[in-house]
């Protein structure tokens, strides 16, 4: 069973979405290749032979990103 790659839309230039792959690097891929509402921050996998959002995993890293800030910025209060 293989275990699923996600990409993270790290920002657009253009016509193209620059995206963090699973491996860490970045790639630009054309916005016409993704679908509708991608922005900086969405969650793409590869399914079946085209990129769809995945917005559980998206919402997962959003609340995982405020969580630690919201202890980095309580941690400076003290």
Do not use: H, W
Request: charged letters at 35%.
């Amino acid at each position: 069973m293989s275990q699923c790659k996600f990409i993270v839309v790290d920002r657009i230039e253009g016509e193209f979405a620059v995206c963090e792959m699973a491996d860490e690097s970045e790639k630009a891929l054309p916005l016409s290749s993704l679908p509708n509402g991608v922005k900086e921050g969405t969650v793409l996998e590869f399914k079946d032979g085209t990129y769809v959002i995945n917005e559980k995993e998206e919402k997962s890293r959003r609340k995982d990103t405020f969580n630690l800030q919201q202890r980095l910025f309580n941690r400076k209060k003290k």
